[in-house]
């Protein structure tokens, strides 16, 4: 039966110099890991990779003093799937977060999210299958998506980028095969946004592009963006108030018709609940964003959906924050609606496989056994040496 012989961990930076409406990212960094077993493989032992998704700081500090201690004193066989053929993540969770009180979902959420992407490519490459294909095997969730809808995110803010930068910027993501793009709003005045949007408009239509307020208005200040954004009919307007303040939320959405999205700043079940109960978010056109990686990992994700579920909310309305590969497996087992991209930025852990194209907004899923970050030759150098 498989056994973890050790669990690695270090922190890189993800930074660039460009900022949304409420942080810069000049100084981003992550928390990668290792974890290492005992199951030979072509001479090595095979070990799963894992890392958080840009937007949280790295969490070395919980992974190495609470959460990797807690896998590596646990009972073995209770890691295990139920046959002991390959790790189980699902029973990881309670052990991960063992001793943690409820409520209050920070950074320990990201700690746990990284060691379940980990332990995801693990008992994946133990079976030998690429992780969509072990999804849907493992859960039962018949077959995967062959193609997952993916969108470039970009249009942020740096310093002296003009109008033609932008629209620069968003020829080059169509340019990539990507249909839909989005941009920043609310790091410059209503006036000046609506220059910016207009200015995009020029090179994408309405229905394809969407505008990301990263929670910066206040809700007088997300009325009157709402109002004046409504004649474009954009893809989505994104996170326009506090991802805490539901109230917010739900008044916006008697006032404005478009689709709304939010939730990647949610880090948990309880979170997910709160927001379907309070923030008047309707199944019918809004998108929830959920990033799985941040927010107890997909253990923790397959219980969101199943709660979604029973809210009457389709899969298909779920499109991640993240924009990487372990997202792209995620969204084609579950079927969601898609994934998130940032095409050139959060290197070296954002993005797809080196040799990934993007045809018509979709991306084709690698067979690589695991997520396949042996595909993305940067990356798999930097987690090589975590542990070699
Ligand atoms: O700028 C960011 O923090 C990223 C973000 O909101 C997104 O990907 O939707
Ligand atoms: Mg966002």
Known sequence: MPRIIAIHEGTIP??????????????????????????????????GYGFSSNGRYSAGEIIRRRIAPRLLEA?????????????????????????????GHGERSVAVGVLDMALHDLAAKIEDKPLYRWLCDRHALGEPDGSVFVYAAGGYYAPGRTLKDLQAEMRRFLGLGYTTVKMKIGGA?????????????????????????????????????????????????????????????????????GPLATGE?????????????????RPDRDLIQIDPVLSYGLAEYLRIQAMLQRHGWSARRCIPH??????LHIAAALKLGGNESYPGEFEPTGGFADNATIENGH?????????????????????????T
């Not at 009972?75 to 699902?90: K, M, Q």
């Not at 949610?266 to 309070?278: E, I, Q, T």
């Not at 993240?322 to 997202?327: L, V």
């Open 265 to 281: 700043n949610l880090f948990s079940l309880p979170d997910a609940r709160n927001l379907l109960r309070y923030a008047g978010m």
């Open 75 to 103: 009972d073995p066989d209770s890691l295990l799937t139920d046959d002991g053929v390959t790790f189980d993540p699902v029973k990881a969770l309670p052990v991960m977060t063992g001793d943690e009180k409820p409520g």
């Open 322 to 327: 993240g924009g990487h590969q372990f997202a």
């Open 363 to 387: 991306l084709r899923l690698p067979d690589h056994p695991g997520i396949g970050l042996e595909n993305k030759a940067k990356l798999h150098q930097i987690l090589q040496s975590l542990h």
């Open 189 to 257: 005045s209503l006036r000046e946004d609506l220059r910016r949007v207009e200015a995009v408009l020029d090179v994408v239509d309405g229905a394809h592009l969407a505008v990301d307020a990263n929670g910066r208005f206040d809700l007088a200040t997300a009325l009157a963006y709402g109002a004046a954004l409504e004649p474009y009919g954009l893809a989505w307007y994104e996170e326009p108030g506090d991802p805490l303040d539901h109230a917010l939320h739900a008044t916006l959405s008697e006032q404005y018709p």
């Open 14 to 47: 993800i930074s660039s110099s460009i900022a949304n409406a409420y942080i810069d990212f000049g100084r981003m960094d992550c928390s990668i890991v290792a974890i290492v077993s005992d199951v030979i493989r072509n001479g090595r032992p095979l070990t």
